[in-house]
């Protein structure tokens, strides 16, 4: 949005979201489970789970739609818990969008500013600034049915934000979407949030579009947080297997050993610079976090830990080989090489032995069941 | 795109077998077609005959002079507008609301409700318009509780009347302004309405800038369908009108039974078909048609 001299309302911050001890259940069915939350102002949060998991419960607690049995909710320093809906002052995309079929593109972005008396003549201005920031300008006249599905997810947008609401929910919005252009929504959503500094708390069961729209990521599952941190944070270091399936691909050994020392088999486990959880008992490996050796080339820096097997299994992925290794010690690890390394003959033919590498970041330990 | 080639291989005979397809079809239709023909056009199609006779069989617009010199007629016509008004907008508030709670409710309880609804529309309009006189009438059920709870002293007359024909005919009328109202409400996706709510809207704003219109053409359907049967409607004011409310049809009945006179009834029921269809014609240019009367179950 390009702001205009004579728009000189400040800009709006985020408004800072606290969620206590919620708690929803169905009959017997516990969609929320004491969930604790601090979404920060101007932040981007994904709640990021399976279907089922309460993701969705907890973002329709926060609009006002589902009335949990107990806890506590605030935006700011307001308690909007038994607040209507209609009173809580937060925009929202919905996952069918929920454009209204009888109103046109500029009737729908103008609706919540008709609803807050804003004078015909700014909710115009304000309408078409802000069709300009979702980069559909000159749309205002058309119909809701003409416009393609990516057209609708900005329209939804733009009628979410334009009355500038202190907080933005989400739900599955870019699901509808295939995939092209789902990723450059995703990158377009993340700078249009950066822009605003609107707190934007998203709902999704996409990996990917959590890793990249998000500051922080929480991952639900059965009614609670499981763990809670960047991206980063998450891909790397997931706190429970069920994250470390749920994000990215990853296969697990078995390791025994305590306190500082673990062990793969027979081979102790280089931790340098990395103190596992207490009572860990599986190692977490990356397919795309494992180094494949060249046959014969000399070993790497010490730090790194090196395992030895044969190779069962080469799958063709297009962008990648994904290569099936049988370990020495026991146990089936993938390992990921791009199909540019691919194509030099960096990739052992089946049969062949292996020698994979992997640096004490390239790994995580953690408790859960084997297998 | 490039032409079709004509003969292609066997384009000769793929084109035989999609015109035999289509015989096939049409020899399907073809009882209905004779059937509708048989009692539908062909009547009418005398009807419109007749209309234009003397008893003579002479060529004559005398039917429809009469119609315009008569003021008899006029009052029938005018009488029959006022009633079928009356009763679609009150079928329209009846409506409305019970369609809106049935919408709201569980699918399974909606069904089970649903009957009672439909459960009337399966009985025969006589029974219930006799069930109605049995409610209304001067030493009926209603006046002998109203008598006996002390809200009236004196019988009020609640049939044989335009208030009774109006009730008897809200009740027949019901179900097709239920049935549609109900479809289009069911289609309404519940985010709408959550939609209009999360951008400020309070519950009466959410129904009168979200969930009125989007269910208007439920409305537009059951309120045509309504308005047009009302109109043909015959038990209904013969049995509760007492013989003072003489709707369109009871006008032409008592044309043929008491005078004979097939013209002037031809003539008037020529009006009528012409005024639905107009209805009809119009009503088709701000909705489909197929929408209007497959509101049913």
Request: aromatic share 10%; no cysteine.
């Given at each position: 949005m390009t702001p205009s001299p004579t728009d000189a309302r400040p800009q709006q911050k985020g408004l800072p979201i606290r969620v206590r001890q919620v708690s929803k259940t169905y009959g017997r069915a516990?969609?929320?489970?004491q969930v604790d939350l601090d979404v920060q102002s101007g932040e981007f949060l994904t709640l990021l789970g399976?279907?089922?998991?309460?993701k969705t419960t907890l973002l329709m607690v926060l609009a006002g739609f589902v009335r949990p049995n107990q806890g506590s909710l605030h935006f700011g320093e307001r308690?909007?818990?038994?607040?209507a809906p209609h009173k809580r002052g937060v925009g929202m995309v919905f996952?069918?969008?929920?454009?209204?079929?009888?109103?046109t593109v500029a009737e729908n972005i103008a609706f919540p500013l008709k609803l807050r008396r804003v004078p015909r003549p700014e909710a115009m201005r304000r309408v078409e600034a802000v069709l300009d920031l979702v980069q559909?300008?000159?749309?205002?006249?058309?119909?809701?049915?003409?416009?393609?599905g990516g057209q609708r997810q900005r329209v939804a947008l733009a009628r979410a934000i334009v009355f500038e609401p202190g907080i933005l929910l989400m739900d599955?919005?870019?699901?509808?979407?295939d995939k092209q252009l789902r990723e450059r929504m995703q990158i377009e959503l993340r700078a249009l949030h950066d822009r605003l500094g609107i707190t934007t708390v998203c709902v999704t069961h996409d990996q990917r579009e959590a890793l990249t729209m998000s500051n922080r990521i929480a991952v639900i599952d059965r009614g609670s947080i499981i763990q809670l941190g960047t991206p980063k944070e998450i891909y790397d270091?997931?706190?429970t297997r069920f994250v470390a399936d749920f994000i990215g691909e990853s296969t697990f050994l078995p390791v025994t050993g305590s306190g500082g020392t673990f062990r793969l088999g027979a081979q102790a486990l280089k931790l340098e610079g990395y103190t596992p959880p207490p009572g860990a008992n599986l190692l977490m490996l990356r397919p795309e976090r494992l180094a494949l050796l060249p046959e014969g080339a000399p070993g790497p820096d010490p730090r790194y830990n090196v395992i030895t097997g044969r190779v069962t299994d080469i799958v063709y992925q297009g962008e990648s080989v994904l290569v099936q290794i049988r370990l020495d010690d026991g146990g089936t690890v993938a390992a990921r090489v791009s199909s540019a390394r691919a194509a030099l003959g960096a990739v052992p033919v089946p049969g062949a032995s292996a020698r994979l590498a992997f640096a004490p970041e390239d790994m995580n330990l953690l408790c859960g069941e084997a297998g | 795109m490039k032409a079709l080639a004509?003969?292609?291989?066997n384009a000769t005979e793929l084109g035989r077998d999609a015109r035999s397809e289509r015989w096939m079809l049409f020899g399907l239709s073809l009882p209905a077609l004779l059937l509708v023909g048989l009692v539908v056009v062909l009547p009418i199609a005398w009807l419109f005959l007749l209309s234009f006779?003397?008893?003579?069989?002479a060529f004559t617009l005398a039917n429809y002079q009469r119609l315009i010199d008569q003021p008899s007629y006029r009052r029938i016509l005018a009488m029959t507008f006022e009633i079928s008004l009356t009763v679609t907008a009150m079928c329209i508030v009846l409506g409305y609301a019970l369609a809106y709670l049935l919408a709201q409710l569980p699918r399974r309880v909606a069904g089970v409700l649903m009957l009672g609804v439909l459960m009337p529309f399966w009985t025969s309009i006589l029974v219930r318009t006799y069930a109605w006189l049995v409610l209304l009438q001067r030493d009926g059920l209603i006046n002998v509780i109203g008598e006996h709870l002390g809200f009236w002293q004196k019988p009020l007359?609640?049939?044989?009347n335009m208030e009774g024909t109006v009730v008897g005919l809200v009740h027949i009328m019901l179900p097709f302004m239920v049935l549609p109202l109900y479809n289009s409400m069911r289609a309404i996706d519940r985010d709408y309405v959550r939609g209009a709510a999360n951008l400020g809207a309070g519950p009466i704003q959410v129904f009168w800038h979200v969930y009125l219109p989007l269910s208007r053409p439920g409305l537009f359907a059951g309120g045509t369908i309504t308005f047009i049967l009302c109109l043909g409607s015959y038990v209904t004011p013969a049995v509760l009108g007492g013989g003072k409310i003489v709707m369109a049809a009871n006008g032409i009945a008592g044309d043929v039974e008491?005078?004979?006179?097939w013209g002037p009834a031809s003539a008037f029921g020529v009006v009528l078909l012409v005024i639905t269809l107009t209805i009809l014609f119009t009503a088709s240019r701000f909705a489909r048609l197929d929408r209007i009367f497959g509101g049913g179950a």
């Open positions: 516990v969609a929320l489970d399976p279907s089922g998991s309460g308690d909007v818990l038994r607040l996952q069918s969008y929920a454009l209204f079929p009888h109103l559909l300008p000159d749309f205002g006249g058309r119909g809701v049915d003409a416009l393609s599955e919005p870019l699901s509808a979407l270091r997931p706190s | 004509a003969e292609g291989p006779q003397t008893e003579g069989g007359a609640l049939v044989y008491l005078y004979f006179s």
